[in-house]
């Protein structure tokens, strides 16, 4: 467990560390505690209707659709990690978390925020493979390659959230316990780390750098073999199809890059805590409320399929 300097140039563990979140009095906390929970239900009820809704209709196993659910699955657990133990701190006057708790919570935020990004990238390859290359697409996608597709992007995302567990939590913490954040993450850990931190901002800008620029790369040649094939295609009615279906995927994957960018992948992110606040609700709260909304609204199968089950129930309420 790491240090902490008492003054007196003797050390003492730190057993726990201080979330000190968003400043403000008791009005500005209760409107925050309401954004959040609001921001929480809406991204557990859509993400967990997405789920049921694919799992339930058979028109939707397929491999799109498979991602699509792993990918609300991903974004259930990565606002779960974040909004419950926030929400419990807008009305704590101690806002303390243990430091396993901190170390939990952290290596489960980059598990899932490195899973979410690599599922990105997945799908689009998937679209890739479905509309340049249809003839092969049933065999080259078939269910076992879909199956290890997703968990290469689950040890991925693994490999990343060890490594980043494992540098930021061996660092000594000497100048203060208290964490200018309202979850435990890299950049305001290393603002109050005495030891050199060369090493883990190395780690932070180039692993995360490395895995933007990589699936990014694999987004764009994607999109862009997607483009040409669209534009050859005689039908505008598959146009419009496709390009709904793309447009929701490049909604979701500008929405997520963007943010992680801001946030991760530029050397003055550390600096800039406050701006950090603000983007981190972004991309932990408001994004896996969105990507329900994103595919769901822009998706004629998954209307189509919301509209079967609501009529099936329906039946089964006036059965009963």
């Avoid at 990014?216 to 534009?231: H, M, P």
């Avoid at 146009?239 to 793309?246: D, G, L, M, V, W």
């Avoid at 932990?284 to 004629?300: G, Q």
């Amino acid at each position: 467990m790491p240090l902490q300097s008492n003054g007196n140039l003797s050390k003492v563990y730190v057993q726990d560390f201080v979330l000190e979140g968003f400043a403000g009095g008791l009005e500005t906390q209760a409107l925050l505690f309401a954004v959040f929970l609001a921001l929480y239900m809406v991204t557990v009820l859509g993400n967990l209707l997405m789920i049921i809704v694919i799992t339930l209709d058979a028109q939707l196993h397929s491999p799109m659709y498979f991602f699509l659910k792993n990918l609300s699955f991903v974004d259930l657990c990565y606002s779960s990690v974040i909004a419950p133990n926030a929400l419990a701190n807008f009305f704590s006057s101690s806002k303390v978390i243990t430091f396993a708790g901190c170390a939990t919570q952290f290596f489960f935020l980059s598990l899932m925020a490195t899973t979410e990004g690599l599922l990105l990238g997945v799908m689009a390859y998937d679209r890739f493979m479905a509309i340049c290359s249809p003839l092969r697409y049933p065999s080259t996608m078939c269910q076992s390659a879909c199956t290890r597709l997703v968990l290469g992007a689950y040890c991925g995302g693994c490999f990343n959230s060890v490594v980043q567990t494992s540098f930021t939590f061996h660092l000594p913490f000497c100048s203060s316990n208290r964490i200018n954040h309202f979850f435990c993450d890299v950049p305001p850990l290393l603002q109050i780390a005495c030891g050199n931190t060369a090493i883990n901002e190395l780690l932070l800008f180039g692993i995360c750098g490395l895995l933007l620029v990589a699936v990014t790369i694999v987004i764009l040649i994607s999109y862009g073999y997607i483009t040409v094939t669209i534009l050859r295609m005689g039908s505008g009615g598959g146009r419009r199809k496709i390009f709904s279906t793309c447009g929701s995927h490049m909604t979701a994957v500008t929405l997520f890059f963007g943010t992680l960018f801001v946030m991760y992948a530029q050397p003055g992110a550390i600096e800039s805590m406050e701006q950090g606040k603000v983007v981190s609700v972004f991309y932990t709260l408001v994004i896996p409320m969105l990507n329900p909304l994103i595919y769901s609204l822009r998706n004629k199968d998954v209307k189509e399929a919301l509209r079967r089950l609501g009529q099936k129930h329906m039946a089964m309420w006036r059965m009963c």
